[in-house]
């Protein structure tokens, strides 16, 4: 009984310092994207945010590290995990957990399992980061602000919806472009994939 008042504590203060973010610079990945621009209907979006508190809430009641070990992002029903866990065990609990959410239609886990920090390694993926990053603002053929990116070892992450076929294939060249990248791994969903669109 304990377990679920605090877990109803957590989704409720969640929910709570989301709404401290005006809804209007809420959108795929947080602030900074405006709903406006978001292909989603709002119902798709208000059901994603749901279930990206719910999960943030379980995993925060599971261990209050993964709350900053851990990053999920939520995309039409679809789960998207990254970050860094102690050992496998934790990884593939945190995988049940995203397909225990409700409403999911399927999970994307690119957690990682933590080595000694490595300076060198995080300059080198943070630059990464930044190039690819600046690359899509500038490319007019790229809608940047519907992509999330996260670099890992050299391995470039791509979270996002590309309005058509030609944007999601610029937006992978754009990360093979980017010099020491040893692979791009692009989960983008293309417009006309979502289960509901913005009329």
């Known amino acids: 009984m304990k377990k679920k008042n605090n877990f109803l504590s957590i989704l409720l203060f969640l929910i709570f310092l989301s709404g401290c973010i005006g809804t209007s610079s809420q959108g795929i990945f947080g602030t900074g994207v405006s709903v406006a621009i978001d292909p989603r209907s709002l119902g798709t979006q208000i059901d994603d945010n749901i279930m990206q508190k719910n999960l943030a809430a379980r995993l925060l009641l599971e261990d209050k590290k993964y709350l900053i070990s851990v990053t ?5 029903g679809r789960i998207f995990l990254t970050g860094k866990v102690d050992d496998p065990e934790e990884k593939l609990e945190i995988t049940k957990m995203a397909w225990e959410t409700n409403g999911v239609r399927s999970v994307k886990n690119n957690i990682i399992i933590k080595e000694d920090f490595n300076f060198k390694q995080s300059a080198i993926d ?23 990116i996260d670099t890992y070892k050299q391995k470039i992450y791509i979270y996002g919806i ?9 937006v992978i060249k754009e990360g093979k472009e980017i010099n020491d990248v040893k692979k791009v791994i692009a989960s983008i969903l293309l417009v006309e994939d979502l289960r509901i669109q913005k009329d």
């Open 72 to 76: 999920t992002k939520v995309l039409d």
């Open 162 to 170: 590309a309005r058509n076929e030609d944007e999601q294939k610029e």
């Open 126 to 148: 943070l630059l990464i980061t930044s190039q690819l990053r600046t690359a899509m603002i500038l490319n007019k053929k790229i809608k940047s602000t519907n992509y999330n």
